[in-house]
């Protein structure tokens, strides 16, 4: 059984988590990087007009990765990990299952937050990965909770 841990990390928290997933997995790692950066202003959330604010508000928005490098049909289980934003995903989020084949697979999220869980996260992705099995994991995961993610 195959596993990729696949994470988009804003300020470097979720980058850590996955990391440690990873390692517990056995899994192989991969970072979804959009095409452009996010600055310190497009993170402002209080900030109605900054570029995280206008993406979420508009759940169809896909903002642009860089190129996917990994061969996502030769894994079973896909760890997906991000900040929760609006109690939901990031929208890039949505880009990364749009941009490839993801039929079959088993989809399990971990997240990081300053205080919300999940949300509607796993109702929000589905549209993107239909026929994928996504699983909601844990948000803020303790090692004892990273340890059981990685048996998934």
């Known amino acids: 059984m195959s596993k990729l841990v ?38 402002n959330w209080q900030n109605k ?16 990765i860089e190129p996917v490098s990994v061969d996502i049909a030769k894994y079973d289980t896909v760890y997906i990990g991000f900040p929760v934003w609006w109690y939901i995903a990031p ?11 993801f039929s079959g697979k088993k989809i399990v999220l971990f997240a990081t937050s300053g205080g919300s869980g999940f949300g509607k996260a796993v109702e929000n992705l589905k549209n993107s990965a239909p026929d994928a099995e996504i699983v909601e994991g844990k948000v803020n995961p303790s090692p004892a909770d990273i340890k059981a993610l990685a048996q998934i």
């Open 49 to 64: 007009t900054s570029r995280s604010s206008v993406e979420m508000s508009d759940h169809s928005s896909r903002p642009a």
């Open 6 to 43: 696949a994470f988009f990390s804003a300020s470097g928290n979720t980058a850590a988590l996955a990391k440690k997933l990873a390692e517990a997995a056995g899994a192989d790692l991969f970072e979804i990087r959009p095409a452009v950066p996010y600055t310190r202003e497009d993170l």
């Open 91 to 101: 929208t890039i989020i949505n880009t990364f299952l749009e941009s490839a084949d």
